[in-house]
């Protein structure tokens, strides 16, 4: 009974000790309503910063003002138009718990609970040989990580074919793109951006298919119909490594001597989707997903808006090579040997993928059609601009009607992706 008293009587008293209480710093922050996940209100998983001494914080757009009490910290919320609630935390230990309210898209008043917990300490970035051993053909946020990975980590690893096939040509997974991960990014908070350098791709076979007819999407009626008697089905190409091309095993007449250059690139690079939403790997959008650029080769850095705590990267869809579109409904599907190291960049994300190599700086745009698409592009990188070279409308269209490049990677698939690229020497010439 006195166990029980005592245990009372320190409950009891530790709202005063909230008064001596250090809630400074970085929060992981998950706010629940009726104990489940929400998509209306102004917060649900993110970044808490917590100004010295708790008198002002912020998460994402959001801006707090704070005081000390004896229950604990208490927070006004306000979004950059109006107040949106108010929260009351609680610090023990290196864990945050609350209450309050926040204000939903209708202007009613939502109680929710807080629970928060410090970031993972840093360590030493190490490497990692992972050999997958599962995949999946969505994105999802539900499934475990296949590994726990801090900002400079490096995996080395493997994709599959579109098949599913691997670089023995087993069948490993169902066909439609099979996906490795999802690789867990510790410290990687809706709002931030995911960085994915991609160090080494690289094809593990010497041999890749290709349907052999164009797709119908990108056709006009017309001529879909003056070869519909044509039976489709899939090419055969022999890769050669060590030369660097790639050839036709059973060619026509016409093309005995067509040989091209190998150019492997990953179809798939993408996060988990906001809202808990789940895609087939075939989709494409802000996620990133089944972008199918050519630009997504070794030696490219991909950025990706985070969407979902630890941000859930996943990658696959092996192409030694492709042209722009993917006219066929496919690249040179092979498998491929990949080396990558992730990053993040805290509280900043553009909205869409952007993609930078040596000589251009580039952003996706993604749409459910090719006219979307473009003004997406066109849109994100005025908007780059402005964020990191300070530049006016006025400016900006001096510079993209003078200097912006378009490829149309993708118009095969439910989406499309249209990529505006702009030259790093021409950039260099813009004062910041």
Known sequence: MKGILLSAAIIALSPA???????AGSWELAVREAGGKNYYLPMT????????????????????????EKDGLHLACRTPAKPCGELVLQLTGEKLTGKGTLFDGDGLVR?????????????????????????????????????????????RTSTLDSRGQDKNLKPLAPRGNPLIGPFYVEGAMPGDTLVVHLDRVRTNRDTAYQSNLIANTALEAGYLRSIASLEGGFATWKLDAAAGTASLVDPSGKLSGY??????????????????????????GPFGGNLDSPQVREGATLYIPVFQPGALLFMGDGHAQQGDGELPGQGLETSLDVEFHVDVIPGKALGQPRLENTDYQMIMGTGATLDAAMRSAT?????????EYGLTPHDIAQVLGTAMQYEIAEVVDAEYNVVAKLRKDVLAKIRK
Request: charged share 20%; proline share 9%; with cysteine.
């Open 17 to 23: 000790a909230a008064l001596g209480a250090d809630y």
């Open 45 to 68: 998983d993110g970044r808490l910063l917590i100004e010295a001494g708790g008198q002002s914080a912020s998460f994402n757009r959001l801006t707090f003002t704070g005081r000390l």
């Open 111 to 155: 109680p929710v609970t807080v629970t928060g917990q410090r970031p993972a300490p840093r360590r030493a970035p190490k490497s990692f040989d992972y050999a997958p051993a599962e995949f999946h053909n969505v994105y999802s946020p539900d499934f475990k990580p296949v590994l726990r990975l801090q900002p400079g980590d490096k995996v």
């Open 259 to 284: 040989t091209i250059k190998l150019d492997p690139m990953l179809g798939c690079v993408g996060v988990a989707l906001p809202r808990d939403e789940v895609l087939g790997s075939g989709h494409l």
């Open 379 to 387: 849109t994100q990188m005025s908007r780059w601009l402005t964020e």
